[in-house]
């Protein structure tokens, strides 16, 4: 997982299915778990802390 400038967090395949908080975030920062639905552009929102998610497109 990567973050863009605008606080985008970019996920990848392998962090489907796509949950909030990930794993990697502090303990101290997390909210009961929810999974992102991810629209047909491969976006979705957090609705407990407004985390932006976008699944890389795959590269050939």
């Known amino acids: 997982?990567?973050?863009t400038a605008n606080k985008v967090k970019i996920v990848l395949q392998k962090d489907l299915p796509l949950s909030c908080p990930m794993p990697d975030e502090a303990l101290w920062n997390q909210h009961p778990r929810v999974y992102i639905a991810l629209?047909?552009?491969?976006k979705g929102t957090c609705?407990?802390?407004g985390n932006q998610f976008q699944?890389?497109?795959k590269q050939e």
């Not at 629209?39 to 491969?42: A, H, T």
């Open 1 to 3: 997982m990567a973050e």
């Open 39 to 42: 629209d047909g552009e491969g």
């Open 47 to 49: 609705p407990y802390c």
């Open 55 to 57: 699944l890389q497109a």
